[in-house]
């Protein structure tokens, strides 16, 4: 067994006794462990927090919601350094044997290096998060970048491991990568095209945080809520989660309605089918109960109507002034009330405007009240809307 300096120090206090040797060795580790446990709680409990909390001082406002990701960093570079003692005091404080020495160091550098990527993986966090209190982090969004440094970062670890374990050089373990090539492209596929994704996607800015975006093959129809390396994850309207490929978005098609949000409105178009023989040349005693009952002249101008203008007419010309005087209607975008092609169901008159209000309650609201109340004065114009005969009927009409 190798006899360390603090152990020859130890060795006198021991030197009238039996078991020397196994007393003078049992209390130079005690000394050594108990001199590692001292540091790291010295670094977890006063100096590491003490400049953490310097840190918050000078920059309070960014690194208040860091707090989490600095205390476990605080604990991963104590570690760090704890292992770093240990292989500096090792051959001085702790006795071992020659067999013992080699296996021993190897586990603690093991550690070291697993701490080393943990730390890079913390600091890539912190950067990724401070990243994401910008305002321009949720057009250009970095989690995908964040993922692949810290994969790349254990890929390093894993081969710096395998090469202290084999007595190797890491360039040794990298040259016989070469040879499993096709088995890592295999492995890795979902990654690589999940990494292409994710830049083409920042660079193109196709999809970020809380985008409403609807992915038909997947059955996703939501708020994207992560945008990760390998998967985004979309929070579904009945609050289900979709998770889907990052690669989908690029090599598939899918719906973002970004575009609705950024504008001045959110579309309605929806069509009402006439029935064809209720449609009508409008003589003088409808145009008057229409003015009586509606107010027609308030919403059109009559004076521009042909001499012969049929009921459908008058209706398509009420129902555009209706839209163009509701508040919750955007003005500055296309409005029109038009006619389509006729069908065996009639012929669709079809609404086209925009809602100022773009939430999805305000906006089926006013889609409802518009379409209730357009139903509703049908009658009044004499017509009728198609629709289609349907269920049981009652024997005593027959």
């Given at each position: 067994?190798?006899?360390?300096?603090?152990?020859?120090?130890?060795?006198?206090?021991?030197?009238?006794?039996?078991?020397?040797?196994?007393?003078?060795?049992?209390?130079?580790?005690?000394?050594?462990?108990?001199?590692?446990?001292?540091?790291?709680?010295?670094?977890?409990?006063?100096?590491l927090p003490g400049l953490?909390?310097?840190?918050?001082?000078v920059a309070p406002s960014t690194t208040a919601a860091l707090k989490p990701l600095l205390v476990k960093l605080n604990r991963r570079l104590a570690g760090f350094i704890c292992s770093v003692a240990f292989l500096a005091t090792?051959?001085?404080?702790?006795?071992?044997?020659?067999?013992?020495?080699?296996?021993?160091?190897s586990c603690v550098k093991i550690i070291l290096i697993i701490y080393g990527g943990f730390i890079v993986s913390s600091v890539v966090t912190i950067g990724g998060a401070i990243y994401n209190q910008f305002a321009f982090s949720?057009?250009?969004?970095?989690?995908?970048l964040i993922q692949l440094v810290k994969l790349i970062t254990f890929i390093i670890c894993g081969i710096l491991i395998v090469a202290l374990l084999l007595e190797r050089s890491p360039t040794y373990i990298i040259s016989g990568f070469g040879?499993?090539?096709?088995?890592?492209?295999?492995?890795?596929?979902?990654?690589?095209?999940?990494?292409?994704?994710?830049?083409?996607?920042?660079?193109?800015?196709?999809?970020?945080?809380?985008?409403?975006?609807?992915?038909d093959s997947y059955g996703a129809d939501?708020?994207?809520?992560?945008?990760?390396l390998n998967t985004v994850k979309v929070r579904n309207w009945d609050n289900t989660i979709t998770t889907l490929p990052t690669y989908t978005l690029v090599s598939g098609s899918f719906k973002n309605w970004r575009g609705m949000q950024e504008s001045g409105g959110r579309r309605i178009k929806r069509s009402l089918n006439i029935d064809m023989n209720s449609i009508r040349i409008a003589d003088d005693d409808l145009q008057q109960q229409l003015e009586q009952t509606l107010g027609l002249s308030e919403l059109i101008?009559?004076?521009?109507?042909?001499?012969?203008?049929?009921?459908?007419?008058?209706?398509?010309?009420?129902?555009?002034?209706?839209?163009?005087?509701?508040?919750?209607?955007?003005?500055?975008l296309t409005l029109m009330v038009r006619e389509l092609q006729p069908l065996n169901h009639g012929l669709p008159i079809?609404?086209?405007?925009?809602?100022?209000?773009?939430?999805?309650?305000?906006?089926?609201?006013?889609?409802?009240?518009?379409?209730?109340?357009?139903?509703?004065?049908?009658?009044i114009f004499e017509l009728r809307p198609y629709q289609s005969v349907t269920g049981q009927f009652n024997s005593g009409a027959l």
């Open positions: 067994m190798t006899q360390g300096h603090l152990q020859s120090l130890i060795s006198p206090l021991f030197a009238d006794s039996e078991r020397a040797e196994f007393l003078t060795a049992l209390t130079a580790t005690g000394i050594g462990v108990l001199g590692i446990i001292l540091i790291y709680f010295f670094l977890t409990s006063l100096m953490q909390s310097l840190v918050m001082r090792f051959h001085n404080v702790f006795p071992a044997s020659e067999v013992s020495v080699d296996i021993i160091q949720r057009e250009v969004p970095i989690q995908g040879a499993i090539a096709a088995v890592t492209m295999l492995v890795f596929k979902d990654t690589i095209l999940g990494f292409v994704a994710s830049i083409q996607i920042a660079a193109n800015r196709l999809v970020t945080y809380g985008d409403w975006i609807q992915v939501g708020e994207v809520i992560d945008l990760g101008n009559t004076a521009s109507l042909p001499e012969q203008v049929t009921n459908l007419g008058l209706f398509r010309r009420y129902a555009e002034g209706y839209l163009k005087q509701n508040e919750r209607i955007n003005r500055d079809e609404f086209y405007c925009f809602s100022a209000d773009k939430r999805w309650i305000s906006y089926e609201h006013l889609q409802a009240e518009i379409m209730d109340h357009l139903l509703a004065v049908l009658p």
